[in-house]
Antibody, heavy 122, light 111 residues
């Protein structure tokens, strides 16, 4: 069965970086994309970006351009999301999800990770 | 403007039918991009309910249906059940943003 397992909760200081991992299993990693979504306390879902599991091409939300980098390691079927220059309003639960699009974004996110809480506080 | 607008809340009694609207613009829904709907139960990850406007993944009851017309989309839930109480989000691609948009979410309360 398809599973997306994320790394554990993180506490970071403002200005630091965080890197969240998402290990996929139960499907061919290179046949799908990975999307990252976050939800801040009391807020809605926010799309952060997408990366192809096939060729590593990535597309980031304009709001996060320059601060976020998404990568994949096909040898371990793992996706990574690094967010730099953290601010207090980056405090959120971060989710990875399998996107049915492998060369283009479809937005069809059919399997989700359990979420990773990232807290940014001095 | 690149936003997807949903009502903050809707409610209905068990067994009733409710609809949740999602209003976009010419750069997203109106441009022909597909609409997806997600259900988020408290404390859990979102779940795909509807994809490509009106398609249900396997395992999603046929009480849930989606539609799209012009710059808007709708999610309908019939035979409302207590377990349907959750937050619902629409989502589509936006050509101006060159990325994906989520609606603000709608909280469904089963009375």
């Amino acid at each position: 069965q398809v599973q997306m397992v994320q790394s554990g909760a993180e506490v970071k200081k403002p200005g630091a970086s965080v890197k969240v991992s998402c290990k996929a299993s139960g499907y061919t990693f290179t046949s799908y994309g990975i999307t990252w979504v976050r939800q801040a306390p009391g807020q809605g879902l926010e799309w952060m970006g997408w990366i192809s599991g096939y060729n590593g091409n990535a597309n980031y939300a304009q709001k996060l351009q320059g601060r976020v980098t998404m990568t994949t390691d096909t040898s371990t079927s793992t996706a990574y999301m690094e967010l730099r220059s953290l601010k207090s309003d980056d405090t959120a639960v971060y989710y990875c999800a399998r996107d049915r699009g492998v060369v283009v974004i479809t937005g069809t996110l059919d399997y989700w990770g359990q979420g990773t809480l990232v807290t940014v506080s001095s | 403007q690149s936003v997807l607008t949903q009502p903050p809340s809707v409610s209905g009694a068990p067994g009733q039918r409710v609809t949740i609207s999602c209003t976009g613009s010419s750069s997203n829904i109106g441009a022909g991009y597909d609409v997806q709907w997600y259900q988020r139960l408290p404390g859990t990850a979102p779940k795909l309910l509807i994809y490509a406007n009106d398609n249900r993944p396997s395992g999603v009851p046929d009480r849930f249906s989606g539609s799209k017309s012009g710059t808007s989309a709708s999610l309908a839930i019939t035979g409302l059940q207590a377990e349907d109480e959750a937050d619902y989000y629409c989502q589509s691609y936006d050509s101006s943003l060159r990325g994906v948009l989520f609606g603000g979410g709608t909280k469904l309360t089963v009375l």
